[in-house]
């Protein structure tokens, strides 16, 4: 191959190219690497030693095993890992992190730390250890590795392996080669030794320990228990609940992988903290085991028993920094990777693979976040306290609630409105009943219990002129219509009886209609044509401010509104050529049933009317409003009419029976009805109201 | 409203309230813009007129919008736009002298009116049955003690009128209604102008705006 | 009333209020407690939170008449109500059954909404004409208060006997219902029908007691000032004239 591909950017390049034709990257190494003459890329046996971390993450990649070369240089590390498990490697001794020397627990301290996921569980009781770690079939949950395929470069290399390392090779080469003798004075080894089989048989697989779950925490060998009672740690995890006497909620456990964690395929970064099956840990006999500050358990196993772990803690002067187990179980685990020390660039390591192929001291391809690390939670430590219990319980019980289908709930019973019923049924028959019949229930006033103002408001129409129309204000909404012709309509039948011409005004929508309609009825009766005796000015919009303008110059006011196109020109009429202004009129005549509106009218056009009367018949509501305008002295209110009696006698003074009458009946007995029903609310109201404050 | 907007209406609003209420209180002779004032109140009644017709559009508008998206109770939106179209055609085709609108005016809106007057006579007399069972306070009882002595006062009896307790009653009747009713509403009325005055002076003196903010 | 005697009660209001305005700052005003006014802002708190609408109602008056008075402190309240409701999922709705007051209800809405940064939540159908009598607005009411899920009712404004009905049809709608009007008649009625009713010039202390101002409180104590006044006025004018000193 007499070309080169550069790394960056996929160029081909002459195999003599220094630098990329198409980028200008440097296509060869600076360093000189001995190549062996060889052209093209590098290849494994080409390159430098690498260092064992990056070597075990590539050997760890998939798809790339194999690939990754064996280190043959000082790599005393990357070769440490050909007789180790990936996750029990770690640094040697003097590579301690700061922190796992200075807040590693005490001791004295309980081992609750120790990272259950890594840890095998112990095996049942009354197995044989070693039987167990050997006789047994890997376990799925364990990394196995194949003894005779961890050793290929081990002794090539030894002139570079760092001496405390060397010593644990031989080691484990003699325990190697006599399996079953136990070195009885470091169980630790021993059971490394164990775990080394099983792991490597399991290292294609590359499989962890199947994580505990969660509330479950590893159960620490009992203290009297001597090294021995470890080996079990490799077998397959059998949980064990650490305090929990009943069953954690399955809610709050975490779903169980079935067959594998899911980074089994990440590269496995190896902790300090020892493994399942770990080997990294130096022997004790190496290593100045005080510098680590193992879990008490573990000391004790190493130390032969609690007394002696206890004279040692009586050596000590001062006790070993401790951090709270809540913080010691947020320590990130990769935090080890501080520690890794930078290597001089000629010892770094040549990329072999990918683009960037060839170059030195690259960077790790994977990123930080892609390495497996320690949850940043020991979840097999948690304090599980009754309240928590209780909470999980109510987690459960609500989550199950969530799984099932609720029932549709019923709607809210509508209750049904039987006082509002049984009121409106009540009033309803009170008045109907005597309509229908023509019941004569209710005697009808004589002459001398009419009202007052009946003679006042007569009196009143007598000196209203027949030579000019008088102005009909028609300021009521149909629904007033029943109440309002029953009282309007002697007085339209008096005012057509003495031929005074009229003219309407509507101030609402619907006013124009209201007033044919009562016209139409009265005018038959007395041969009032209209456009003669009476005529229709129209709707006038504008409420109070109309009215105000109306009242000071009326032709302008309809005029500016464009008048009533449908009523033509109603001011040639006769009775109308005269009027220039308000008090033009022979009278003015207020039908309202609003109390705002009808006080408006009045203050308005009292001042405005001079000597014309101004007559008001209203709802019985606005009465109660207007009469202060009618009682005053100097009143700017002439006459006042209102309510069923008031035209009753209006219509036996008239001598013409109409509405009034037909209604009297049905009116006195809707009356006497809302009276009793009235009576009745309020004496169960008050009924209610004492018994309820008799016991209080 | 943006400020350009704002500074523009305000004036005018203020400007024109003024005027109105200045041209009230002096007389015409003297007043410089008693013609202004007055074509500021035909004005208003062509607004009052343009107002009619802007609240109509709305009523439409509202409607429309409820049936395009089929909004609950849009039949009944339906039902007001059919009514609402077919009485403006005939009103303005035919006028409303026309015996077809007379017609839905006599046998339509007013029996529809009617019937909500009589609707209302039930809720009074069914909220004073309620009254003492739901507020159970003194002005309570008094209000429906007050609203029994009224209505016997004003309705007719069984019995005929003339006996000694319907005589008694009726002058109870009228000296409340007369007196106490009629002085009490008095001031009522009295504090709703002194509320309505305040209220249009803030309006005048710009504070409140509702043309614009 | 005389214009010149109106134009100096005029002036004294206007004084009365700038002064009383200006006196707020430093020494703020104590008003007794309305139970409308002081169950409206949790009832608004509660409709926002399960996203109900609130109504408010402008009454069936005519913008061009003293009926104006209470719509236009109706407008006020629907100025602050809509402040507060603009972040509901279902903003305020405003009904009149004037075309002119719907217009100036649709300005106070988008003004409020524009105050708070909410001004794409504006519909122009958020404020309505419902019918242009009153008795037909009335009949409109109860498909409002069902379709729009309305759970409190404010109405504020010129209403005759057919705010009753209003307010029965929201309290059988199960809503807050706070009534108020300038019409005598129709208090008397409210009185009976509406969960809380505005007695008198309550209908324009609305302003005052949902703090919207300083003139808003000031107009209230211009109210008390001139109404002492008056009492005075009327008390010595009664003793003289009963006393035979005036004729």
Same mark, same amino acid.
């Given at each position: 191959?007499?070309?080169?591909?550069?790394?960056?950017?996929?160029?081909?390049?002459?195999?003599?190219?220094?630098?990329?034709?198409?980028? !200008?990257?440097?296509?060869?190494?600076?360093?000189?690497?001995?190549?062996?003459?060889?052209?093209?890329?590098?290849?494994?046996?080409?390159?430098?030693?690498?260092?064992?971390?990056?070597?075990?993450?590539?050997?760890?990649?998939?798809?790339?095993?194999?690939?990754?070369?064996?280190?043959?240089?000082?790599?005393?590390?990357?070769?440490?890992?050909?007789?180790?498990?990936?996750?029990?490697?770690?640094?040697?001794?003097?590579?301690?992190?700061?922190?796992?020397?200075?807040?590693?627990?005490?001791?004295?301290?309980?081992?609750?730390?120790?990272?259950?996921?890594?840890?095998?569980?112990?095996?049942?009781?009354?197995?044989?250890?070693?039987?167990?770690?050997?006789?047994?079939?890997?376990?799925?949950?364990?990394?196995?590795?194949?003894?005779?395929?961890?050793?290929?470069?081990?002794?090539?290399?030894?002139?570079?392996?760092?001496?405390?390392?060397?010593?644990?090779?031989?080691?484990?080469?003699?325990?190697?080669?006599?399996?079953?003798?136990?070195?009885?004075?470091?169980?630790?080894?021993?059971?490394?030794?164990?775990?080394?089989?099983?792991?490597?048989?399991?290292?294609?697989?590359?499989?962890?320990?199947?994580?505990?779950?969660?509330?479950?925490?590893?159960?620490?060998?009992?203290?009297?228990?001597?090294?021995?009672?470890?080996?079990?740690?490799?077998?397959?995890?059998?949980?064990?609940?650490?305090?929990?006497?009943?069953?954690?909620?399955?809610?709050?456990?975490?779903?169980?992988?079935?067959?594998?964690?899911?980074?089994?395929?990440?590269?496995?970064?190896?902790?300090?903290?020892?493994?399942?099956?770990?080997?990294?840990?130096?022997?004790?006999?190496?290593?100045?085991?005080?510098?680590?500050?193992?879990?008490?358990?573990?000391?004790?196993?190493?130390?032969?028993?609690?007394?002696?772990?206890?004279?040692?803690?009586?050596?000590?002067?001062?006790?070993?920094?401790?951090?709270?187990?809540?913080?010691?179980?947020?320590?990130?685990?990769?935090?080890?990777?501080?520690?890794?020390?930078?290597?001089?660039?000629?010892?770094?390591?040549?990329?072999?693979?990918?683009?960037?192929?060839?170059?030195? !001291?690259?960077?790790?391809?994977?990123?930080?976040?892609?390495?497996?690390?320690?949850?940043?939670?020991?979840?097999?430590?948690?304090?599980?306290?009754?309240?928590?219990?209780?909470?999980?319980?109510?987690?459960?019980?609500?989550?199950?609630?969530?799984?099932?289908?609720?029932? %549709?709930?019923?709607?809210?019973?509508?209750?049904?409105?039987?006082?509002?019923?049984? %009121?409106?049924?009540?009033?309803?028959?009170?008045?109907?009943?005597?309509?229908?019949?023509?019941?004569?229930?209710?005697? %009808?006033?004589?002459?001398?219990?009419?009202?007052?103002?009946?003679?006042?408001?007569?009196?009143?129409?007598?000196?209203?002129?027949?030579?000019?129309?008088?102005l009909?204000v028609f300021d009521y909404e149909p629904?007033?219509?029943?109440?309002?012709?029953?009282?309007?309509?002697?007085?339209?039948?008096?005012?057509?009886?003495?031929?005074?011409?009229?003219a309407t005004l509507a101030t609402r929508p619907a006013g124009r209609i209201l007033a044919?309609?009562?016209?139409?009825?009265?005018?038959?009766?007395?041969?009032?044509?209209?456009?003669?005796?009476?005529?229709h000015l129209g709707y006038l919009p504008g409420g109070a401010t109309a009215a105000q303008a109306f009242l000071a110059a009326p032709r302008q006011a309809w005029e500016s509104v464009g008048g009533a196109p449908s009523e033509?020109d109603v001011w040639?009429?006769?009775?109308?050529?005269?009027?220039?202004t308000a008090?033009?009129?022979?009278?003015?005549?207020l039908?309202s049933a609003g109390a705002e509106s009808a006080r408006t009218w009045v203050e308005q056009a009292?001042p405005l009317?001079?000597?014309?009367?101004?007559?008001?018949?209203?709802?019985?509501?606005?009465?109660?409003?207007?009469?202060?305008?009618?009682?005053?002295?100097?009143?700017?209110?002439?006459?006042?009419?209102?309510?069923?009696?008031?035209?009753?006698?209006?219509?036996?003074?008239?001598?013409?029976?109409?509405?009034?009458?037909?209604?009297?009946?049905?009116?006195?007995?809707?009356?006497?009805?809302?009276?009793?029903?009235?009576?009745?609310?309020?004496?169960?109201?008050?009924?209610?109201?004492?018994?309820?404050?008799?016991?209080? | 409203m943006k400020l350009g907007a704002y500074l523009l209406w305000t004036p005018v609003a203020v400007a024109a309230g003024w005027t109105v209420l200045l041209g009230y209180l002096l007389?015409d002779?003297?007043n410089p813009l008693a013609d202004f004032r007055l074509l500021l109140l035909r004005w208003a009644v062509w607004i009052a007129a343009g107002a009619v017709l802007i609240g109509l559009l709305n009523l439409l508008a509202v409607h429309w919008s409820?049936?395009?998206?089929?909004?609950?109770?849009?039949?009944?939106?339906?039902?007001v736009?059919?009514?609402f179209l077919?009485t403006l055609v005939?009103g303005i085709?035919?006028g409303t002298?026309?015996?077809?609108?007379?017609?839905?005016?006599?046998?339509?809106q007013?029996?529809?009116?009617?019937?909500?007057?009589?609707?209302?006579?039930?809720?009074?007399?069914?909220?004073?049955?309620?009254?003492?069972?739901?507020?159970?306070?003194?002005?309570?009882?008094?209000?429906?003690?007050?609203?029994?002595?009224?209505?016997?006062?004003?309705?007719?009896?069984?019995?005929?009128?003339?006996?000694?307790?319907?005589?008694?009653?009726?002058?109870?009747?009228?000296?409340?209604?007369?007196?106490?009713?009629?002085?009490?509403?008095?001031?009522?009325?009295?504090?709703i102008a002194?509320g309505a005055i305040t209220t249009g002076l803030r309006v005048l003196l710009a504070s409140d705006r509702p043309y614009a903010d | 009333?005389?214009p010149?005697?109106s134009?100096?009660?005029l002036?004294?209001?206007?004084?009365?209020?700038?002064?009383?305005?200006?006196?707020?700052?430093?020494?703020?005003?104590?008003?007794?407690?309305?139970?409308?006014?002081?169950?409206?802002?949790?009832? &608004?708190?509660?409709?926002?939170?399960?996203?109900?609408?609130?109504?408010v109602s402008l009454g069936t008056g005519s913008l061009l008449s003293p009926e104006a008075a209470p719509a236009l402190a109706g407008l006020s309240l629907l100025s602050?109500?809509a402040?507060?409701?603009?972040?509901?999922?279902?903003?305020a709705v405003v009904t009149a059954g004037d075309g002119a007051l719907v217009i100036l209800a649709q300005d106070t809405l988008r003004a409020a909404y524009s105050?708070?940064?909410?001004?794409?939540?504006y519909r122009h159908t958020s404020a309505r004409m419902l019918a242009p009598t009153p008795f037909a607005y009335a009949?409109t009411?109860?498909?409002?208060?069902?379709?729009?899920?309305?759970?409190?009712?404010?109405l504020v404004g010129s209403f005759g006997?057919e705010g009753?009905?209003?307010?029965?049809?929201?309290?059988?709608?199960?809503?807050?219902?706070?009534?108020?009007s300038d019409d005598?008649?129709?208090?008397?009625?409210?009185?009976?029908?509406?969960?809380?009713?505005? &007695?008198?010039?309550?209908v324009f202390?609305?302003g005052?007691?949902?703090?919207?101002?300083?003139?808003?409180?000031?107009?209230?104590?211009?109210?008390?000032?001139?109404?002492?006044?008056?009492?005075?006025? &009327?008390?010595?004018?009664?003793?003289?004239?009963?006393?035979?000193?005036?004729?």
């Amino acid at each position: 191959m007499d070309e080169i591909r550069c790394p960056m950017c996929s160029t081909l390049n002459p195999s003599e190219a220094d630098v990329c034709r198409q980028c !200008g990257a440097r296509l060869k190494p600076v360093l000189g690497i001995p190549t062996g003459g060889k052209t093209g890329p590098l290849e494994a046996g080409d390159l430098p030693p690498v260092p064992d971390w990056l070597n075990r993450i590539r050997s760890d990649l998939p798809g790339e095993e194999g690939e990754a070369p064996a280190s043959e240089g000082p790599d005393w590390l990357g070769r440490m890992r050909e007789a180790a498990t990936p996750g029990d490697e770690g640094p040697p001794a003097g590579e301690v992190p700061e922190w796992l020397k200075e807040d590693a627990p005490a001791p004295d301290e309980p081992a609750p730390s120790a990272p259950a996921p890594r840890t095998a569980p112990p095996a049942p009781a009354g197995k044989p250890a070693a039987a167990s770690s050997t006789a047994e079939p890997p376990s799925p949950s364990l990394t196995p590795i194949e003894p005779g395929t961890s050793k290929p470069n081990e002794t090539s290399m030894a002139g570079e392996t760092p001496e405390w390392l060397s010593r644990i090779r031989d080691r484990e080469a003699k325990a190697r080669q006599r399996p079953g003798q136990e070195p009885e004075e470091d169980w630790l080894a021993r059971f490394r030794d164990e775990a080394i089989p099983s792991a490597a048989q399991a290292k294609p697989d590359k499989k962890e320990a199947r994580p505990e779950p969660p509330g479950v925490s590893p159960k620490p060998p009992p203290k009297e228990a001597g090294p021995a009672e470890l080996r079990p740690m490799a077998r397959p995890p059998a949980p064990v609940p650490s305090r929990a006497p009943e069953p954690i909620p399955a809610a709050l456990q975490p779903p169980i992988p079935e067959t594998e964690a899911p980074s089994q395929d990440l590269p496995k970064v190896p902790a300090l903290i020892l493994d399942s099956g770990g080997t990294a840990t130096p022997g004790a006999e190496d290593i100045d085991l005080e510098s680590i500050q193992l879990p008490e358990w573990m000391s004790d196993l190493k130390g032969g028993g609690p007394e002696e772990a206890a004279g040692e803690r009586s050596r000590r002067d001062l006790a070993p920094a401790t951090i709270p187990a809540w913080l010691e179980a947020m320590r990130p685990i990769d935090t080890f990777r501080s520690v890794v020390e930078i290597q001089p660039e000629e010892e770094q390591s040549v990329e072999a693979a990918g683009p960037l192929a060839g170059l030195r !001291g690259v960077l790790l391809a994977e990123p930080v976040v892609a390495m497996p690390r320690a949850p940043g939670m020991d979840m097999g430590r948690v304090d599980v306290t009754d309240r928590h219990y209780a909470q999980a319980e109510l987690l459960q019980k609500m989550l199950e609630e969530e799984a099932h289908e609720a029932p %549709v709930a019923p709607g809210q019973r509508r209750r049904l409105p039987l006082l509002r019923w049984v %009121v409106g049924a009540a009033v309803l028959l009170a008045v109907a009943i005597p309509a229908v019949l023509g019941a004569t229930w209710f005697p %009808v006033p004589s002459p001398e219990q009419w009202p007052p103002e009946l003679v006042g408001f007569r009196s009143v129409m007598g000196r209203i002129p027949t030579d000019r129309a008088s102005l009909l204000v028609f300021d009521y909404e149909p629904g007033y219509a029943g109440e309002m012709e029953a009282v309007l309509g002697p007085v339209v039948d008096d005012l057509m009886t003495r031929g005074i011409p009229l003219a309407t005004l509507a101030t609402r929508p619907a006013g124009r209609i209201l007033a044919e309609r009562i016209l139409a009825r009265y005018s038959s009766l007395h041969g009032f044509a209209a456009g003669e005796g009476f005529l229709h000015l129209g709707y006038l919009p504008g409420g109070a401010t109309a009215a105000q303008a109306f009242l000071a110059a009326p032709r302008q006011a309809w005029e500016s509104v464009g008048g009533a196109p449908s009523e033509g020109d109603v001011w040639v009429s006769p009775s109308l050529a005269s009027i220039q202004t308000a008090s033009d009129f022979g009278a003015v005549f207020l039908f309202s049933a609003g109390a705002e509106s009808a006080r408006t009218w009045v203050e308005q056009a009292g001042p405005l009317l001079d000597s014309t009367p101004l007559l008001a018949v209203v709802s019985a509501g606005v009465e109660p409003i207007l009469r202060p305008y009618y009682d005053s002295q100097a009143p700017p209110l002439d006459a006042i009419a209102s309510g069923l009696p008031m035209a009753l006698a209006y219509e036996g003074a008239n001598g013409r029976q109409a509405d009034a009458l037909s209604r009297w009946n049905p009116y006195g007995s809707g009356m006497l009805a809302a009276e009793a029903l009235l009576a009745g609310g309020t004496l169960y109201g008050l009924a209610g109201w004492l018994t309820r404050r008799r016991p209080a | 409203m943006k400020l350009g907007a704002y500074l523009l209406w305000t004036p005018v609003a203020v400007a024109a309230g003024w005027t109105v209420l200045l041209g009230y209180l002096l007389d015409d002779a003297v007043n410089p813009l008693a013609d202004f004032r007055l074509l500021l109140l035909r004005w208003a009644v062509w607004i009052a007129a343009g107002a009619v017709l802007i609240g109509l559009l709305n009523l439409l508008a509202v409607h429309w919008s409820k049936i395009s998206l089929l909004e609950p109770g849009w039949p009944y939106s339906a039902l007001v736009l059919l009514f609402f179209l077919t009485t403006l055609v005939l009103g303005i085709v035919f006028g409303t002298n026309y015996p077809i609108v007379s017609m839905l005016f006599q046998y339509v809106q007013l029996p529809v009116e009617a019937s909500l007057m009589g609707l209302l006579a039930i809720t009074l007399v069914l909220a004073g049955v309620r009254l003492m069972m739901r507020r159970r306070q003194l002005t309570s009882a008094i209000f429906l003690a007050v609203a029994l002595l009224v209505l016997l006062g004003t309705g007719p009896w069984l019995i005929g009128n003339g006996s000694a307790l319907q005589e008694a009653v009726v002058v109870g009747q009228r000296w409340i209604t007369q007196v106490f009713a009629a002085g009490g509403a008095r001031g009522i009325v009295i504090g709703i102008a002194l509320g309505a005055i305040t209220t249009g002076l803030r309006v005048l003196l710009a504070s409140d705006r509702p043309y614009a903010d | 009333m005389s214009p010149t005697l109106s134009a100096i009660v005029l002036l004294l209001f206007v004084l009365l209020l700038l002064g009383y305005a200006a006196l707020g700052r430093r020494r703020p005003a104590l008003f007794r407690p309305i139970p409308g006014f002081d169950a409206l802002g949790s009832a &608004i708190e509660k409709a926002v939170e399960a996203g109900d609408r609130v109504h408010v109602s402008l009454g069936t008056g005519s913008l061009l008449s003293p009926e104006a008075a209470p719509a236009l402190a109706g407008l006020s309240l629907l100025s602050r109500i809509a402040t507060r409701t603009s972040m509901s999922d279902r903003p305020a709705v405003v009904t009149a059954g004037d075309g002119a007051l719907v217009i100036l209800a649709q300005d106070t809405l988008r003004a409020a909404y524009s105050r708070v940064g909410a001004g794409q939540r504006y519909r122009h159908t958020s404020a309505r004409m419902l019918a242009p009598t009153p008795f037909a607005y009335a009949a409109t009411l109860p498909v409002l208060l069902a379709t729009e899920n309305v759970s409190a009712s404010i109405l504020v404004g010129s209403f005759g006997p057919e705010g009753a009905l209003a307010a029965d049809f929201g309290r059988q709608a199960n809503s807050f219902v706070l009534a108020g009007s300038d019409d005598v008649p129709a208090q008397a009625l409210m009185y009976a029908t509406a969960e809380h009713p505005l &007695i008198g010039e309550e209908v324009f202390a609305g302003g005052a007691y949902l703090q919207l101002g300083a003139l808003h409180s000031a107009s209230l104590r211009t109210q008390d000032t001139v109404r002492l006044i008056l009492v005075l006025v &009327i008390l010595a004018a009664t003793a003289l004239r009963t006393l035979g000193l005036v004729g």
